[in-house]
């Protein structure tokens, strides 16, 4: 199992989800249930030895990986002794192919 580490980015992403999308208890509620999917499939993806998934194909992006959770995607990079969150989007704001 790999080692998961999360960059400043991705946790100060967290952060404003949580403080400008959640202004009732329903919010709280499908914040929580869907980071627990999200980390649950982090988990998984850090167990397999290779990822087969979606790789980013962008010039500068070698070794990144992405996957989408409705209407989020986490970018996230793979290596050997470590899996490193590096974005958590909504996918609205992606304007160009991965």
């Given at each position: 199992?790999?080692?998961?580490?999360?960059?400043?980015?991705?946790?100060?992403?967290?952060?404003?989800?949580?403080?400008?999308?959640?202004?009732?208890?329903?919010?709280?509620?499908?914040?929580?249930?869907?980071?627990?999917?999200?980390?649950?499939?982090?988990?998984?993806?850090?167990?397999?030895?290779?990822f087969?998934?979606?790789?980013?194909?962008?010039?500068?992006?070698?070794?990144i990986y992405?996957?989408?959770?409705?209407?989020?995607?986490?970018?996230?990079?793979?290596?050997?002794?470590?899996?490193?969150?590096?974005?958590?989007?909504?996918?609205?704001?992606?304007?160009?192919?991965?």
């Amino acid at each position: 199992m790999r080692k998961i580490t999360r960059t400043k980015s991705f946790v100060k992403q967290l952060k404003n989800w949580q403080e400008y999308k959640i202004t009732s208890i329903e919010d709280l509620q499908h914040y929580i249930r869907k980071l627990r999917i999200i980390t649950a499939k982090i988990i998984v993806i850090s167990e397999q030895e290779t990822f087969p998934g979606k790789q980013v194909n962008y010039k500068n992006s070698k070794g990144i990986y992405y996957f989408s959770y409705q209407q989020h995607t986490v970018f996230f990079k793979l290596e050997p002794d470590k899996l490193t969150l590096l974005y958590f989007i909504t996918s609205k704001r992606i304007k160009q192919a991965l």
